[in-house]
């Protein structure tokens, strides 16, 4: 009986040490907006809430041809370059378009396992 005792206590004691590893994970959503011509303004947004805003002011061809929209890609990627680098993983992406203002905004929205 002892035995089945110490059993399920080390059981259960080793189960309890795996839950604790488990990683949490870090978010991260970042916006990057773009208004006449140019990627004006980059927001990035941490799993704890704390912003980092920065002007741009990286001129860009109205994408109305294929080598146009493959420049403005190219810009795109090379914002997200460091944060891919660095662990972070694309969980999604969204892009809006505003008629009234003629501005886009980009959002990536992405995630890292953390220690």
């Known amino acids: 009986m002892k035995k089945i005792i110490i059993l399920c206590l080390a059981i259960a004691a080793g189960y309890g040490a795996s ?3 488990k990683a949490k994970t870090n978010y991260m959503g970042i916006t ?25 002011n990286v001129r860009l061809h109205m994408a109305t041809t ?9 810009a795109l ?3 997200l370059k460091p944060y891919f680098n660095n662990g972070w993983k694309l969980v999604t ?7 009234s203002t003629f501005t886009t905004t980009f959002k990536y929205y992405l995630s890292k396992d953390g220690q």
């Not at 294929?66 to 190219?74: L, Q, R």
């Open 66 to 74: 294929a080598s146009n929209f493959a420049k403005e890609g190219d």
């Open 32 to 56: 990057i907006m773009q208004a006449n011509g140019r990627l004006s303004n980059i927001i990035v947004t941490r799993t704890d809430s704390a912003q980092d805003v920065r002007d741009l």
């Open 77 to 79: 990627m090379t914002l």
């Open 93 to 99: 992406f969204a892009e809006n378009y505003d008629n």
């Open 19 to 21: 839950a604790q590893q």
